[in-house]
């Protein structure tokens, strides 16, 4: 079975982070090295990090500065050692069986180059939602334009194909920009119908400001090469599925 590099960026973290490195620790899939990069906080997220050091598996880097999220997991992926690479936020949680399911997908279906699952949601104190974001069995190019049904925390991709991208700056949606790019040039990702990763939401990630979201899902089909016009009318639409989104998960409960 593959090796998987797991890539944790953490940023003034302390509240949620325990949870995420402990979801990691107990996969059912064992074999793989979580990589956890400290993007220069300033509150207890040092001291709780090292608390878990004393397993093998984890691999800690402390950035001398702070880089941006998109830097961090850069600079995890550069040091990364699996064939494969996994992504998870540190106010994220996976179920017990996310790699395990992912990997044996991955054996079954040789072709695989990005896989993702269906994701969950809970609210900044850990309340679960009712709703899910459902994860299609072929996601295409097409599709994916739309709207953004791969949350970060869900991906594992090939270390080899996501070294050549890396992710943009964070003045951009970075991991919707990697996976546009890579379905750019093969038929799919493959996903799992299963809500494998909690996604938590937050008022102070990125995409909580919805004109600062926006924004970024704009400087996102730019980069991705479209012109300013489609761009324009590509945001909207997107925005159309991520209102509805929230609206459906606000309800859920």
Same mark, same amino acid.
């Given at each position: 079975?593959?090796?998987?590099?797991?890539?944790?960026?953490?940023?003034?973290?302390?509240?949620?982070?325990?949870?995420?490195?402990?979801?990691?620790?107990?996969?059912?899939?064992?074999?793989?090295?979580l990589i956890i990069l400290n993007d220069f906080s300033n509150d207890e997220t040092k001291y709780i990090i090292k608390k878990y050091i004393q397993d093998v598996r984890i691999v800690y880097i402390e950035n001398e500065k702070n880089l941006g999220v998109s830097e961090t997991r850069n600079r995890g992926i550069s040091m990364a050692k699996g064939e494969w690479i996994a992504f998870l936020d540190s106010d994220d949680i996976w179920e017990k069986d996310k790699l395990q399911k992912q990997m044996e997908l991955i054996q079954i279906e040789k072709d695989v180059i990005l896989c993702y699952t269906s994701s969950a949601f809970m609210d900044k104190e850990g309340n679960r939602y009712n709703y899910v974001l459902k994860a299609v069995p072929y996601l295409s190019y097409k599709t994916l334009l739309k709207r953004n049904l791969i949350s970060c925390s869900s991906a594992v991709v090939r270390s080899d194909v996501i070294r050549k991208l890396k992710m943009?700056?964070?003045?951009?949606?970075?991991?919707?920009?990697?996976?546009?790019?890579?379905?750019?040039?093969?038929?799919?990702?493959?996903?799992?119908?299963?809500?494998?990763?909690?996604?938590?939401?937050?008022?102070?990630?990125?995409?909580?400001?919805?004109?600062?979201?926006?924004?970024? #899902? $704009?400087? %996102?089909? &730019?980069?991705?090469? !479209? +012109?300013?016009?489609?761009? #324009? $009318?590509? %945001?909207? &639409?997107?925005?159309? !599925? +991520?209102?509805?989104?929230?609206?459906?998960?606000?309800?859920?409960?």
């Amino acid at each position: 079975m593959p090796f998987v590099s797991v890539i944790m960026p953490a940023y003034n973290a302390a509240r949620t982070i325990a949870e995420a490195i402990e979801s990691v620790l107990q996969q059912t899939y064992t074999d793989f090295e979580l990589i956890i990069l400290n993007d220069f906080s300033n509150d207890e997220t040092k001291y709780i990090i090292k608390k878990y050091i004393q397993d093998v598996r984890i691999v800690y880097i402390e950035n001398e500065k702070n880089l941006g999220v998109s830097e961090t997991r850069n600079r995890g992926i550069s040091m990364a050692k699996g064939e494969w690479i996994a992504f998870l936020d540190s106010d994220d949680i996976w179920e017990k069986d996310k790699l395990q399911k992912q990997m044996e997908l991955i054996q079954i279906e040789k072709d695989v180059i990005l896989c993702y699952t269906s994701s969950a949601f809970m609210d900044k104190e850990g309340n679960r939602y009712n709703y899910v974001l459902k994860a299609v069995p072929y996601l295409s190019y097409k599709t994916l334009l739309k709207r953004n049904l791969i949350s970060c925390s869900s991906a594992v991709v090939r270390s080899d194909v996501i070294r050549k991208l890396k992710m943009p700056g964070d003045q951009m949606h970075e991991d919707y920009y990697v996976w546009l790019t890579i379905l750019k040039h093969i038929p799919y990702a493959y996903g799992i119908a299963e809500p494998l990763i909690v996604y938590r939401l937050s008022q102070n990630s990125k995409s909580s400001n919805r004109l600062k979201s926006a924004k970024m #899902v $704009y400087n %996102t089909y &730019r980069a991705t090469g !479209y +012109s300013e016009i489609s761009a #324009v $009318y590509l %945001t909207l &639409r997107y925005a159309i !599925y +991520s209102i509805r989104k929230r609206t459906r998960i606000k309800h859920s409960k």
